[in-house]
């Protein structure tokens, strides 16, 4: 009796040093996040008459008013800006020296009415978002106004036959020169993909059926170019300006747009229109 005694005593000893010989879990840490934890926006927001916003990456997309582009006009005709490709450095900020062609001559900017072959400048600037949707991993966001007007296809290009957006130069620029010029290395790290809204992504996210339109803006004369004044009504001298290219099939040979009036309509992939494109971030 006393073996089976002490048997079953050394069987719970036994037992005790085995368990304290088995390392602990280990603590939860910042490489193992808690079920408690969530992913947070690479990137901070502001919130405006109920809609939130953000300022990422940059771009010449600030014309900087008439007097100082009068300064600045004079320095460039009296050879004092420094810089080449028409980009320039004046006190230590980088500008865009766009001339007025005779399609744009006679709009207002700034508060004056362009004359064709006059210099206006445009200021490197963060760029303005706007955070349409977001999930528990990714945000969305387009831009604020359009910045930028560019070919679905560039004519003579060869790329893709009437609508074929996977084919098309735009897509090659927004997955290209576009993220890499706007985009710093750290913020395009966090880019997921960037592409054209559709149809029902404009009717959910964007103001254009609403009392509230979209903030269409006209710009100057560059394929480069950026912002400049906003026209809210949109009015006939803006002529086509204010649209935006959709990714969705028109007729042959046409894509989808929003018009200058917020509504959709399709134009030749061969023309010019404004960009909007949608940008998906993921959280950190």
Excluded: H
């Excluded at 390392?23 to 405006?48: I, K, Y």
Aim: proline share 4%; aromatic share 12%; charged share 20%.
């Amino acid at each position: 009796m006393k073996k089976l005694i002490w048997a079953i005593v050394a069987l719970i000893l036994i037992t005790i040093f085995a368990a304290g010989c088995v390392d602990d879990p280990p603590p939860v840490g910042d490489d193992q996040p808690s079920d408690n934890e969530t992913a947070e926006l690479p990137f901070e927001t502001v919130t405006e008459n109920g809609k939130t916003y953000t300022y990422l990456g940059s771009a010449y997309s600030a014309f900087v008013g008439v007097d100082l582009n009068r300064v600045l006009s004079n320095l460039y005709d009296d050879g004092m800006l420094t810089g080449q490709d028409e980009v320039y450095n004046y006190a230590g900020t980088e500008y865009l020296r766009v001339q007025v062609t005779d399609d744009t001559a006679g709009r207002s900017l700034g508060g004056m009415t362009l004359t064709e072959g006059q210099s206006c400048f445009f200021k490197k600037a963060p760029l303005k978002f706007r955070l349409i949707n977001e999930t528990d991993t990714e945000a969305m966001l387009i831009p604020a106004v359009i910045y930028e007007y560019r070919y679905f296809n560039l004519p003579n290009s060869g790329a893709g036959i009437g609508y074929d957006y996977d084919n098309s130069s735009l897509k090659t620029y927004l997955e290209g020169d576009f993220l890499t010029n706007t985009f710093s290395d750290a913020e395009r790290s966090n880019i997921i993909s960037i592409r054209l809204m559709t149809l029902s992504e404009a009717k959910s996210y964007v103001d254009v059926y609403s009392d509230d339109p979209v903030q269409f803006y006209a710009a100057a004369a560059s394929e480069l170019l950026v912002a400049a004044e906003p026209d809210i009504n949109a009015g006939e001298a803006l002529g086509n300006t204010a649209s935006w290219w959709l990714d969705s099939a028109g007729k042959e040979g046409n894509c989808g747009v929003v018009d200058r009036f917020g509504t959709l309509t399709d134009v030749t992939v061969y023309s010019e229109q404004g960009l909007r494109p949608l940008i998906t971030f993921k959280k950190v």
